[in-house]
C-alpha cells in the first residue's frame, strides 16, 4: 500500500523558515515525479512545487519562487525549505507523487503550516 506521509509543519512568525519532509512507502518512488500543494481556507488546492524523478527538473508556482525550494533524496523522501514565509503561506501543505501530466495519483494526508504576523 503507498503511502506519503508529511512532517515539518507548525506555527512560524513572518520571515521564519519551516521545512517539510514526506517519507514515501510502499513501491519504488525514484522514477517518478514528486510535489508539493497546499490549500488555505476557503481556497482551492494549488501547486507550490515539484522535483522531477532525477531531480533534474525543479519546478514553482510563482508566489513562492526564490523563497521555497525542493528537494529530494535517494530514500524516497521529499523535502519543502521554507524561507522567508509570509502570512499568505497559511496553508495545509500536502505531498503528491506519480504524476501524470495533471494529475497527481497519490497524495499525503497534509500537515498544517501557520505563519502569524
Known amino acids: 500500500q503507498v503511502q506519503l506521509v508529511e512532517s515539518g509543519g507548525g506555527l512560524v512568525q513572518a520571515g521564519g523558515s519551516l521545512r517539510l519532509s514526506c517519507a514515501a512507502s510502499g513501491r519504488t518512488f525514484s522514477n517518478i515525479n514528486m510535489g508539493w500543494f497546499r490549500q488555505a481556507p476557503g481556497k482551492e488546492r494549488e501547486f507550490v512545487a515539484a522535483v522531477t524523478w532525477n531531480a533534474g527538473g525543479t519546478y514553482y508556482a510563482s508566489s513562492v519562487k526564490g523563497r521555497f525550494t525542493i528537494s529530494r533524496d535517494n530514500a524516497n523522501t521529499v523535502y519543502l525549505q521554507m524561507n522567508s514565509l509570509k502570512r499568505e503561506d497559511t496553508a495545509v501543505y500536502y505531498c503528491?507523487?506519480?504524476?501524470?501530466?495533471?494529475?497527481?495519483?497519490?497524495w499525503g494526508q497534509g500537515t498544517q503550516v501557520t505563519v502569524s504576523s
Open positions: 503528491a507523487a506519480d504524476q501524470s501530466g495533471s494529475t497527481w495519483n497519490y
